[in-house]
């Protein structure tokens, strides 16, 4: 009689936490202007005055529920630039209605706890960041005429925005 009641305990416990997990997993996230974001890219342009060459993928990951962008240092940039590499996760919060920007670079923790938060107007998203030494914007704006992106970074020190980095993102061939 014990074992009887153990397996249909054990049964209903099973039972249960499949049901929870499936009613608790998250349908994909579904977003228009985003997806157009997927793929892999040739970033070039000014980043603190110096011409950067970085080559950036997107892919969704984690139930859709992020776009991933690796963006790193070129392989044929020129020695003398100073490389680099960060990953950006970017998501959707339909509580707040806004989207959510985590950046992780070769810089570390200090700059990766601050989260950027950010609306779309059309084919922008301007992502606001409060870092503990200002204010910083991130906008992503799609050109559809071309299929590209501009990625314009601003930052606010001294009382005075200044441009961090101006940078365009266009389609790398496939071979």
């Known amino acids: 009689m014990k ?10 416990l099973v039972f249960t936490a499949g049901r929870l997990n499936a009613q ?15 793929g892999t890219w040739k970033l ?3 980043l603190l005055g110096v011409e950067a060459h970085h080559t950036v993928t997107a892919e969704w990951v984690l139930n ?3 776009l ?18 960060a990953i950006w ?12 920007l985590h950046l992780l670079d070769i810089y570390g923790g200090r700059f990766s706890e601050t989260l950027g938060y950010g609306v779309r107007d059309g084919n922008t998203i301007r992502f ?3 870092y503990p030494d200002g204010p910083f914007h991130t906008t992503f704006r799609w050109s559809p005429q071309d299929d590209s992106w ?5 930052q606010k020190e001294k009382g005075k925005w200044s441009t961090f980095a101006d940078l365009k993102l266009v389609r790398a061939a496939t071979p």
């Open 3 to 12: 074992t009887a009641v153990v397996w249909l305990l054990a049964g209903m």
């Open 24 to 38: 608790s997993r998250q349908p994909e996230w579904q977003d228009d202007l985003v997806n157009r974001m997927t």
């Open 44 to 46: 070039t342009g000014p």
């Open 64 to 66: 859709h529920q992020f």
């Open 68 to 85: 991933r962008i690796h963006e790193k240092t070129s392989e044929g940039a020129p020695e003398s630039e100073r490389r680099y590499e």
């Open 89 to 100: 996760f970017l998501g959707y919060d339909p509580t707040s209605e806004r989207y959510v």
């Open 128 to 130: 606001v960041f409060e």
């Open 150 to 154: 501009q990625w314009l970074m601003e």
